[in-house]
């Protein structure tokens, strides 16, 4: 007895055992905190998120596309037909008939004009209060956003745990790309957040396959019915499918037959040995860390019963608690010939029945969107629909998809190969700069985020444990941004908001790094808290400042949002948003004075009480008071205008989007 007792307390164990007992308390005291706080966290995020969209809401005017939008959202509710806007599916705007329908306008479903003369007949001519219908209209988008956080939080969360999800849901509730585009109803956010949803669901069928591949699909339908822009991610999310049902193929091979997540033992499946002999070792929770040599003394850290039936952590994914076995999960259990999904012998039948089902439900949500509008599928477009020939021609015939759909297709390229002209770094330029996206990305983004999602994207690449999430957090953003690079229209990072929603779940990977046991990475674990703490409020401080101007941000590397204009145009910055900003400055500090100006947006000035007029068509030496000009206008203003503002003195901005000159 007194020789076991000395084996066990070996020289070194008296300090370090209580000092190991001590952190294991620690860890599990914050654990239990952390359990509590983190439902609290995330609805002060999303309450933070959805006060600062519904402000804005509140306050912006119609931008250029809103109009569109609505207008044809009522037509859906009125008229059941798909006449205006083709160029779109019509899911995303069935969204917005949900607050067009309580706002309840009069809409006049025999008017013949274009779609932009429905939006301002709508909004303007029709005794409505524009007002509350563009109020309405957003809600919905500011709901489906603020889901598509709490989507970002779940990816985020099980890759690295609470931590990792915080993280994530914090960099995306300050986003202001998505703060801005989240509160307008436009399709550029519900697009992208479903493509997010996709992938996160896709990235879950790697266990159970058979509910989450189906629902993968319908995210992906619903992305590509909302804007075409989507239908670069159906191939990749196909080719992840195809990976994530291959993978639970094999894992169903391996684990076999049964409940259990391992395959139990001979020895434990016919009970407990009548004659025990050497006792099995102890089961860790580390797999690197090998098991010590059974010694003659008692075992210091005997297994209790809840050790023995504590979840085994997963070897690349410690935040990942291993499978339980349901009742949806009899496929699994059942004889190989009754399976009825994967029952085929070869891992390539596997992957190829995942890709075609996700396919064959995103068709499927595609035609019954089409349906919700109109059950006879008919198609009477307001404007021409230009003839595509070629492989596009032919490629766009070969699609199972509704005629409409076809016919939107050919308006998008026929727009494709209009020369439209673009605004960056100062130049005006015709055509398209297959470097305006990452550029423009650079501007608009946070540093904190660009900062921890690019730490987050090496991570997942270099770490081994977190490889496995690499392909879905990184192939379904970058296709669709080199794709969207290939574009002709540079408008606005509204075409890539698919880039802060993949980075911020990326940046969530980073706590995992914390648990990492390669000793390059333990080096710098003491700081990495700190660090990415100090980076959030950093990107959190940067949000806040740009409040409510979301649309004119820019990071501080180039100069704040008051740099902005100079920088890029268009729904970068000034999307006609300001226009009652405008009204409001006008009446408080320039009351009665001649105005004159150039506005860019889809509002009516006199209807907010601006009598202006264009200073354009009358010679330059008649214009005399007050200039105003969007600062689109002005950054790409030539010939009489840029005369005009040159023979100017500046008086002020409204809305970091119009610029005021005093002649």
Known sequence: MTREQHLVLAPGAPAAEPARRARA????????HGRRLTPLLVVLLLAQMAA????????QTPTIDEPVYVATAADYLHAHRVRYNPEHPPLGKLLIAAGVAVADPHYDPAFTGDQGEAGRRLLYASGNDPWRVMLWARLPVIALTLLCGLVAFAFAREVAGPAGGLVTLALYAFSPDLIAHGSLATLDVPAAGFVLVSAWLVWRARRRPVPYLPAAGAALGAAVATKMSALPAVPVLMALAAASAVSAHRSTRATGPGPATHPATPAAASGPDPHPSTPAPEPTSNPHRSTPAAGPGPDPHPATPAAASAPVTHRFFPAFRPHRWTRSDRWARSDRSTRPWFGGRRTVGAGLVGAVVVVLVALAVVWAAYLAVDPRLRFTPAGPVPAVHGLRGRLVDLLPVPEAYRAGMRVQFGLEDYPWQGYLFGHVYTGSLWYYLPAALLVKTPLGLAALGAAGMVAVVAVRRLRPV?????????????????????FGTRYALFVPMFLAVAAGCLPALHRHRDRHWHRGRRWAGPLICALLLFAAASSLRAFPYYLPYANEAFGGPA???????????????DLGRLADRLRQRYPGERVWLVYKGSGVPSYYGIHAADPRRVPPERVHGLLVVSDSAAAKARGRLAELIAGSRPAGEVGRSISLFRR
């Open 470 to 490: 690499a392909p879905y957090l990184l192939l379904p953003p970058l296709v669709l941004l080199a794709v969207a690079m290939t574009g002709a229209r540079d």
């Open 52 to 59: 600062a969209m519904v402000t804005t809401a509140v306050q």
């Open 563 to 577: 740099h902005t204009h100079r920088l890029l145009h268009d729904s970068n910055v000034d999307w006609g948003q």
């Open 25 to 32: 308390a620690r860890y599990a005291r914050l654990r239990r």
